[in-house]
């Protein structure tokens, strides 16, 4: 798991969430290409992949990268949060990442909503169970 596109793509999937009006086909594109070219070796793809997610989140939400006051909904994913997790959540939430890029059988919105959820600092158990079950 190449944890820097796990991380913009949490961060993207903050930006979706309340603004899925906004949401076009490059939106889609960037999440599935980001669960495709997630374990790729080439810098150079990888550093133009990230580059096209910042465009994204820019385009998603103007407004947040002039604020004054962050809220965090521009934020990427600090994978330093899961060690302050219980294990048990923290196991969860990898299993989820370790597994969505089994997103054949799964539309769009679960994948950035599964996202958007592993990005929270508290999310429940059920919830994350639920989630792991959908993707299996």
């Known amino acids: 798991m190449n944890e820097i596109i796990i991380s913009k793509l949490i961060g993207l999937s903050r930006c979706i969430v309340g603004n899925e009006d906004l949401i076009t086909s490059s939106t889609i594109d960037l999440i599935i290409k ?7 070796k080439e810098d150079k793809i990888i550093q133009s992949y990230i580059k096209e997610l910042e465009k994204e989140k820019m385009r ?34 990898i299993e989820i990442l370790n597994n969505l890029y089994k997103f054949n059988n799964h539309s769009f919105k679960f994948i950035y909503e599964s996202l958007f959820i592993i990005g929270l600092s508290s999310t429940d158990k059920d919830t994350l169970q639920n989630i792991l079950n959908k993707i299996k």
């Open 34 to 40: 980001g669960l495709t070219i997630e374990n790729s």
């Open 60 to 93: 998603l939400v103007p407004n947040c990268y002039n604020c004054m006051s962050s809220c965090g909904k521009t934020n990427d994913f600090d994978f330093l949060e899961l060690e302050l997790l219980p294990s048990e959540i923290k196991e969860l939430k």
